[in-house]
């Protein structure tokens, strides 16, 4: 009986230690950053979920750290992250930051498509030349090792361009404010004048047709890691040629040859994802307001989309997206009805048709499965970029939309009506937020076929 008793008490008396251990806690009393050549330390500290004389739980220090990591290299400002943590004693802890910075000044030649995506331009616009903006960009992207953001550009091709813009994110000692600008002037020769059958139709001059400028100041807000909330206020002015004004009276919003605007724009997001470009866990909501100012044209909008990331396994996870736009349009002008098929209102398998309306909505289901990565030496360039890693997803996704036209016109078929596509696919991810997706996708219609979109995060 006593060595029953006993037994029992040492196993009792086990438990409790055990228990202590586990809500032992411990006080980060150093952070060591190394590789931040030109990157100021507070911008890396302000990434961290801790600080010098935090006291977190013994078992939660890993967690931060995945924490810490994610949050750096979502910056965008790193290659590399690698972060350990040491003890000098049973309670004193130091946090050890090893980075790589990556290739912030791009003087490049400017070459983009002014297409929607690129299969509009490969197939419909038949790999025109004329469609291409190109001239010089100059992108800084951590001027004065702030993480603030210049871009300076002249612009040639299908639209003549000249644009500065500049973002600094934090203006006060606790980085939570920060200030951005932009001016941008422009010409065009060929625009959008009307949709017809959901597909946009085109009107071209060897004059100007389009032209107009806009300047725009914005206040950032960073609350936390993971929210952020933004002020915009712009001006602007765009003015059309008497020939579009002849093939499209009601193109601007005002009905006339020119018109001028204020708007303003608050923006609210808050991301916590392992990886912004290619997110496998986490979630993401973004609210987005607009209003514009000007005679007889006053426009008002607002979108919410909302993002999940899932995990099922370590080769596995689902996403989830909704995403939903509403106008209240001032009159039936055709640049303000412009919906689905634009910015990310966009539905894998329609990408050759836009639909225009009041409001629509979408919700995107997919399902990854982590194919493999192999890595190629950098020969070329190999002291500022030594190998290259290139990371291959194999998905399956189902596409869901709905727009409501008040005045749906020119023999639409997809407005007012349920808009569904599926398709199987695969991604590849390589350095620099790098991702094309080659997906084979069948929507409503019986359209089938391969389309390609991609991104670099320079």
Request: charged share 20%; with cysteine; net charge positive.
């Amino acid at each position: 009986m006593f060595k029953k008793t006993k037994h029992s008490f040492f196993l009792l008396i086990l438990f409790f230690f055990c228990m202590e251990c586990i809500h032992a806690q411990i006080k980060i009393t150093e952070i060591l950053i190394e590789g931040s050549k030109k990157t100021k330390d507070y911008i890396i500290l302000r990434e961290l979920p801790y600080q010098v004389g935090t006291i977190v739980a013994k078992d939660s220090l890993t967690y931060f750290n995945t924490i810490a990591q994610q949050q750096l290299f979502n910056t965008s400002l790193f290659m590399d992250v690698d972060i350990s943590s040491n003890s000098t004693d049973s309670i004193n802890y130091s946090i050890h930051i090893q980075l790589r910075e990556r290739w912030y000044l791009f003087p490049i030649p400017a070459f983009k498509l002014v297409d929607r995506n690129f299969n509009q331009w490969w197939n419909v616009e038949h790999r025109s030349l004329d469609r291409i903006n190109y001239g010089f960009n100059f992108r800084e992207s951590n001027f004065t090792g702030n993480n603030d953001k210049l871009t300076l550009g002249l612009i040639a091709g299908y639209t003549q361009q000249a644009l500065i813009r500049y973002q600094f994110p934090y203006l006060d000692k606790k980085l939570r404010y920060g200030i951005g600008f932009g001016v941008q002037y422009f010409t065009q020769k060929e625009i959008n004048t009307s949709t017809f059958e959901d597909k946009q139709i085109f009107s071209k001059t060897n004059d100007i047709i389009l032209k107009g400028n806009r300047s725009y100041l914005n206040l950032f807000y960073r609350h936390n890691l993971y929210v952020r909330q933004a002020m915009q206020i712009g001006v602007g002015h765009n003015e059309i040629a008497d020939s579009a004004f002849i093939i499209q009276p009601s193109f601007l919003p005002n009905s006339s040859r020119s018109f001028s605007y204020i708007d303003f724009t608050y923006s609210y997001s808050k991301a916590k994802f392992d990886y912004n470009a290619y997110p496998t866990k986490g979630s993401a909501t973004e609210f987005i307001a607009y209003h514009r100012f000007s005679d007889k044209s006053n426009l008002s909008s607002v979108q919410f989309r909302k993002i999940l990331a899932h995990p099922m396994s370590n080769n596995n996870f689902i996403l989830l997206e909704s995403n939903t736009a509403i106008k209240f349009l001032p009159n039936h002008n055709y640049t303000d009805s412009k919906l689905m098929g634009y910015g990310n209102m966009q539905l894998y398998g329609l990408d050759y048709y836009v639909i225009d309306g009041n409001a629509g909505t979408l919700f995107r289901a997919e399902w990854h499965h982590k194919l493999g990565s192999f890595t190629v030496k950098n020969l070329i360039a190999k002291k500022i970029i030594p190998e290259v890693k290139y990371r291959f997803w194999l998905k399956a996704f189902t596409n869901l939309g709905y727009v409501y036209a008040e005045r749906p016109i020119n023999n639409t078929r997809l407005s007012n009506t349920l808009l569904r596509t599926v398709g199987v696919g695969v991604d590849i991810l390589s350095i620099y937020d790098f991702v094309l997706k080659i997906d084979y996708t069948l929507n409503q219609l019986g359209d089938k076929g391969v389309y390609l979109h991609y991104g670099l995060n320079f």
